[in-house]
Structure formats: C-alpha cells, structure tokens
C-alpha cells in the first residue's frame, strides 16, 4: 500500500517506532521499493540506525537520538553539530537534520551546514511539534524547496504547533507569519 501510494507522491514519510516484530531494514526497503520518491524518515533506535544507511533523501534525529547513535554526549552545540556532520559522512543519505527542541534544527546536506534558529515564542504544549516540524519538512520538500528552506518550515511549523493548547494542530497563517521569523545561518 505505501509503495502504490508513493508513486503519486513527492515525499514519502516514515515516521514513529517499528511495531514489535517488524525488522529495521524495512526503512531500507521502502526506499529502495519507492524509487525516486524522497523518503524523510524520522524515527529513533535500531530503525535510526538502519534509515542512516538505507539511502533515504532525509533523516531527522533529535540531539538525544543523535548521542545515542554517536556514542557520547553532545552538551554543546558545537557538539551536536560536530557530531550531525560526522554521522552524515558515515551515512547513506542525502541530508541529515539534527532536531534541537526550541532551538531549531542544524541541517547537514552536500551543500554544507545551515544552523536554523526558532523564534522565541510563548509555548502552550509542546505536543506535536516535532511531528508538525517534519510535516512541514515535507511539504517544503513537495514544494521543490531546498534541504534547508524545507526545513525552516519545519522549524516554523513546529514553532507554530508549540502556540495551541493539548494536542491542537499548527495554524497555517502562524506558519508562514513565524517562517520569516526563523533564522538560517
């Protein structure tokens, strides 16, 4: 069902835990059944460690997902960074993108690395913005957007998603209003 739906598709989304009994390589073979579909994959563990080798066009870990993977702590970030640039050389993938909460994100791509600052905003809940950040990763990616202009609309949908109370979702004009908002350096 997922490969008959992503032939129609820009960019394909794997997201979230692999249920008890689905091996990791699934990643791998989504992405190579897919084709010439981008996949963004944001998912943690062993399915991190496979999506890191499987040739997605995408894969976001949050900082604590990438200690995990590295084998340290990342205290800085300079930290994070370092090490979001030393796992993307080891990978297979096109672009990695380290999550920082509400600092934004650091993008690592073959054009080199891109720091995206989030705008300070007053936080409701925090539940799904990460989810929202890489929804609009992916619609930024469909757009024919750049890595990193991609993902400033993650970080702004994310940011817009942190507005709403409980699990509300983003609102699509405090999207675009927080986009111009986001730093990129």
């Known amino acids: 069902a997922t490969v008959t739906a992503a ?17 990791p390589s699934i990643v791998a ?8 579909t981008k996949v963004l994959v944001d998912t943690s563990g062993p399915a991190l460690a496979a999506a890191l080798q499987s040739g997605a066009h995408l894969v976001k870990p949050s900082a604590r997902e990438l200690a995990l993977v590295i084998g340290r702590t990342l205290d800085t970030e300079a930290d994070v960074t370092e ?4 796992v993307h050389r080891a990978s297979a993938i096109d672009v990695l993108v380290a999550s920082i909460g509400p600092g934004g994100a650091i993008v690592v791509d073959g054009h080199g ?5 989030a705008p300070s905003v007053q936080v409701r809940s925090t539940v799904g913005a990460g ?6 990763m992916a619609v930024g990616l469909q757009r024919g957007l750049s890595a990193a202009q991609a993902t400033a609309l ?3 949908a994310g940011t817009a998603a942190v507005l709403t109370d409980g699990t509300g979702l983003c609102h699509p004009d405090d999207v675009e209003r927080l986009l111009t908002s ?3 350096g």
């Open 83 to 86: 090490a979001a640039v030393e």
């Open 29 to 36: 073979d989504l992405v190579e059944a897919v084709g010439e």
């Open 113 to 117: 690395v891109h720091r995206l600052r």
């Open 182 to 184: 986001v730093a990129v």
């Open 7 to 23: 032939a129609d598709a820009r960019c394909l989304v794997i997201s979230g835990s692999m249920p008890d009994g689905v091996e």
């Open 154 to 156: 993650g970080v702004a």
């Open 131 to 136: 989810d929202s950040m890489v929804a609009g």
